[in-house]
């Protein structure tokens, strides 16, 4: 099973809202991920989760804040956004590898996504 | 640095044509090398990866070699069905650390 699972589908906020997105694993991946993804482009890496704690950070505004709760889940909270933020948000997990245990062949698995609308 | 490249976009084919994407990479160290595709509204699915020099991986019919050589890893098909219409990610994760590297994606449209 490498099925990565995330809620809402999608979700149309305002910008004085407060929302979060949620990921769920069972395959006992220890790196979980969050990417911002627009219209006809590549992802976007945001956060990275190695064994819960966080290990990339790729200077994303404050009014994104992740949180790792424990091994299986991962949630994006959501406060005071614009409409540029206004995209789909992608979850994904790999099983962490060290490089002593090959991490280069890690492999990552995507969730469906998350439609977030911000008016 | 670590950077992939991808053949501009969009490629449109009638079915049963020959597909070829062209993906390049830098990268230091040894990396592994995937191509995930995304079909309209959903996320991405890895589709084949390949993790040392020489290697060939495949999947529903798509194929790509690992050439070092060349920092090369060009997908291919030899007939492209109207299902195969998505876009394609070309991707790198890096000798050690936890990051993945992605090219810009190519779009595929196969018309009947």
């Known amino acids: 099973d490498t099925e990565v699972t995330q809620t809402p589908k999608h979700l149309v906020m305002g910008m004085t809202n407060k929302k979060s997105l949620k990921c769920e694993q069972h395959m006992g991946h220890r790196a979980m991920y969050w990417y911002k993804q627009k219209a006809k482009k590549p992802p976007e890496l945001m956060f990275v989760y190695s064994y819960e704690k966080l290990s990339i950070n790729e200077s994303v505004p404050s009014r994104f804040s992740p949180e790792c709760p424990n091994s299986s889940l991962l949630n994006l909270h959501l406060h005071a956004l614009q409409p540029e933020d206004s995209a789909l948000y992608l979850c994904?997990?790999?099983?962490?590898?060290?490089?002593?245990?090959?991490?280069?062949?890690?492999?990552?698995?995507f969730g469906p996504g998350t439609r977030l609308t911000v008016l | 640095g670590n950077s992939v490249t991808q053949m501009e976009g969009p490629v449109t084919l009638s079915e049963e044509a020959f597909l070829t994407i062209n993906c390049t990479y830098t990268a230091t160290g040894y990396p592994s090398l995937f191509w995930y595709v995304q079909y309209p509204g959903e996320g991405l699915q890895l589709l084949l990866k390949?993790?040392?020099?020489?290697d060939k991986g495949s999947n529903k019919g798509f194929e790509a070699t690992y050439r070092k050589e060349t920092t090369s890893f060009h997908l291919e098909k030899g007939s492209v069905q109207v299902s195969d219409s998505a876009v394609y990610f070309c991707?790198?994760?890096?000798?050690?650390?936890?990051?993945?590297?992605f090219g810009t994606g190519t779009s595929l449209t196969v018309i009947p």
């Open positions: 991707a790198l994760k890096k000798w050690g650390g936890n990051q993945f590297y």
């Open positions: 994904a997990s790999s099983q962490g590898l060290l490089r002593r245990q090959g991490a280069h062949t890690d492999t990552q698995y």
């Open positions: 390949a993790t040392k020099a020489d």
